[in-house]
């Protein structure tokens, strides 16, 4: 018998020491979650750290269907980046956030997120809590936005389009079109003054700025267009239009078909004659009442269920020399009712002269072989305004239009935030230099985030003089230098490749894009360090 107690003594043993090993594993697993997320978010950010900056390399980005994409657009590039990793994919959602907000620093904020973390890895290194590190990073994150709003940034008159036109130009500085920006710039500038409210005179929206792109030329022969441009041709009717009457119309001029799916079988020769002749008779009333209205430009919506126009009345239509577009997009409405200041109609009993919009031409042009309808001379114009975007071919062509689209949101957070701050790394600097010196009046653990997040908001400048071939370290320790000694508007002017006072060189940016990239990059890493754990739900 006591061989056998021995034994299950023994087994007891064996089995409480496992059972303890459990409960230590279970202790280390947060840890290890955070560390697996850090890194995860971490190799996000380098991958796209080295297309920051004018100096920055571009991405080459293959789809699954063969479709390849080349830019250096932050935001962009990590849409089409196919990420797993839960943690990761807060960098990507981080990004399109500051795409929302901005519409520039959408790599910088991502390249601030992972220093952040690194910073923060650090700090948990040291034996600091995942909990107060969060608190003291958005603490510090709180602070530069208080002494970038105070005492960094200048006021801007938004009327002093030059220095507007400087913001779009740096903005566009760093894309594959840098050497369009002084004809981009300027139209962005004017595209989005003639989209402002004076009675909202904070607050523009993009969805008013309309940007057509056609195959064909160069990015030189982009301009911005004095009225409506609409991407389909003139299916019938003549191609010139003076003094037109314009109907925007949703209904379809066609036979109607049953609302339920069904198959009318007619044997009859004269019955198959009747029905056709009843066609033809309601398609003839719909257009002698969009005639009688005085009509002579139809613009018509595209129809899911049916044809939005037949050929017999598209024959009826050129007879009656009406200039007539057809498959007019269901989303393009809003925009085309809001130019020519018209509504649009949903049924030929409320087509009446008083819903249709008067302008002056109504053309078809020609650009590059592709086919385009342009309405100039509105009588009753809304605040929107068209922008024809060129490219000798596809890939330029979408680099340009999504380089507009940033410049565009530069020029639109001015309008919202009226402050501009120096660029180049300058602002980043300053806040690391203020930063430290504010840490050493605090006690405890938020002078050592203070002092860490301080050292990560270095990262801007590193990146820009590392992209540009220069030695990092030995710019940024100048920088430190001449920032420690009051010059805070000294930067790195990549295209020179030297530190200058970087507002003389004209490189500035809005206050607005640096101050959403340090909150939303600062709440991006808090969030992930006080995740522990991730629970799949996989059915």
């Known amino acids: 018998m006591s061989p056998a107690a021995?034994?299950?003594?023994?087994?007891?043993?064996?089995?409480?020491?496992?059972?303890?090993?459990?409960?230590y594993k279970d202790r280390s697993k947060p840890s290890d979650i955070r560390s697996s997320n850090m890194v995860a978010a971490k190799a996000v950010a380098d991958a796209i750290r080295t297309s920051l900056g004018p100096k920055g390399m571009d991405k080459m980005i293959q789809d699954g269907k063969g479709e390849v994409t080349i830019t250096?657009?932050?935001?962009?590039?990590?849409?089409?980046?196919?990420?797993?990793?839960?943690?990761?994919?807060?960098?990507?959602?981080?990004?399109?956030?500051q795409d929302i907000e901005a519409g520039d620093g959408t790599t910088s904020v991502v390249v601030l997120a992972g220093s952040l973390l690194e910073a923060a890895g650090k700090l948990l290194a040291k034996g600091l809590h995942p909990t107060a590190i969060a608190e003291?990073?958005?603490?510090?994150?709180?602070?530069?936005?208080?002494?970038?709003?105070?005492?960094?940034?200048?006021?801007?008159?938004?009327?002093d389009r030059e220095v507007v036109t400087k913001c779009a130009a740096t903005s566009l500085n760093s894309k594959v079109v840098s050497q369009q920006s002084s004809l981009l710039a300027p139209i962005a500038v004017d595209a989005v003054f003639r989209v402002v409210d004076p009675s909202s005179p904070n607050s523009v929206d993009l969805h008013d700025i309309r940007?057509?792109?056609?195959?064909?030329?160069?990015?030189?022969?982009?301009?911005?267009?004095?009225?409506?441009?609409?991407?389909?041709?003139?299916?019938?009717?003549?191609?010139?239009?003076?003094?037109?009457?314009?109907?925007?119309?949703?209904?379809?001029?066609?036979?109607?078909?049953?609302?339920?799916?069904?198959?009318?079988?007619?044997?009859?020769?004269?019955?198959?004659?009747?029905?056709?002749?009843?066609?033809?008779?309601?398609?003839?009333?719909?257009?002698?009442?969009?005639?009688a209205a005085g009509c002579n430009v139809l613009l018509i919506q595209k129809s899911i269920l049916r044809d939005a126009v037949s050929d017999l009345a598209i024959h009826f239509l050129e007879k009656l020399k009406i200039l007539t577009v057809r498959d007019v997009e269901r989303d393009e409405i809003e925009f085309i009712s809001k130019t020519l200041g018209c509504r649009p109609i949903a049924s030929v009993d409320h087509f009446v002269a008083e819903n249709l919009a008067t302008a002056e031409l109504v053309e078809e042009i020609n650009a590059s072989g592709s086919k385009l309808v342009k309405v100039s001379g509105i009588a009753k114009p809304g605040r929107t305004v068209s922008i024809l975007v060129r490219g000798s071919n596809k890939l330029v062509l979408n680099e340009a239009e999504r380089s507009l689209h940033d410049a565009l949101c530069v020029v639109r957070c001015l309008v919202k935030e009226r402050?501009?701050?120096?660029?180049?790394?300058?602002?980043?600097?300053?806040?690391?230099?203020?930063?430290?010196?504010?840490?050493?009046?605090?006690?405890?653990?938020?002078?050592?985030?203070?002092k860490e997040f301080a050292a990560a908001l270095?990262?801007?400048?590193?990146?820009?003089?590392?992209?540009?071939?220069?030695?990092?370290?030995?710019?940024?320790?100048?920088?430190?230098k001449l920032h420690a000694e009051g010059n805070k508007n000294a930067g790195l002017n990549v295209k020179k490749g030297a530190i200058a006072n970087i507002l003389d060189e004209n490189v500035v940016q809005p206050l607005l894009v640096t101050l959403s990239v340090i909150n939303l990059a600062t709440e991006t890493v808090a969030s992930i360090l006080k995740i522990d754990d991730i629970v799949n739900t996989f059915q």
């Open 72 to 97: 250096n657009d932050g935001a962009t590039i990590l849409k089409e980046m196919n990420v797993v990793h839960p943690a990761a994919r807060m960098l990507v959602e981080l990004s399109k956030a």
């Open 6 to 23: 021995g034994d299950s003594t023994k087994v007891v043993k064996r089995s409480g020491g496992s059972s303890s090993n459990a409960v």
């Open 136 to 159: 003291g990073f958005r603490s510090a994150g709180n602070k530069c936005v208080e002494i970038l709003r105070n005492e960094v940034s200048v006021p801007l008159n938004i009327e």
């Open 419 to 450: 402050g501009v701050i120096a660029g180049g790394g300058a602002p980043e600097v300053e806040l690391s230099v203020r930063l430290n010196q504010y840490a050493m009046s605090l006690t405890g653990v938020d002078a050592y985030c203070y």
């Open 211 to 291: 940007v057509s792109t056609v195959l064909g030329g160069t990015v030189e022969d982009t301009e911005l267009i004095d009225g409506l441009l609409l991407n389909q041709k003139v299916s019938c009717g003549p191609r010139k239009v003076e003094k037109a009457k314009i109907g925007l119309i949703q209904f379809c001029i066609s036979p109607p078909k049953t609302d339920m799916d069904m198959t009318v079988v007619v044997s009859d020769y004269q019955q198959m004659d009747r029905i056709l002749r009843e066609e033809r008779n309601q398609i003839l009333e719909t257009i002698k009442k969009i005639r």
């Open 458 to 480: 270095e990262v801007i400048p590193l990146t820009l003089a590392e992209n540009a071939g220069m030695s990092a370290i030995n710019v940024v320790t100048e920088l430190r």
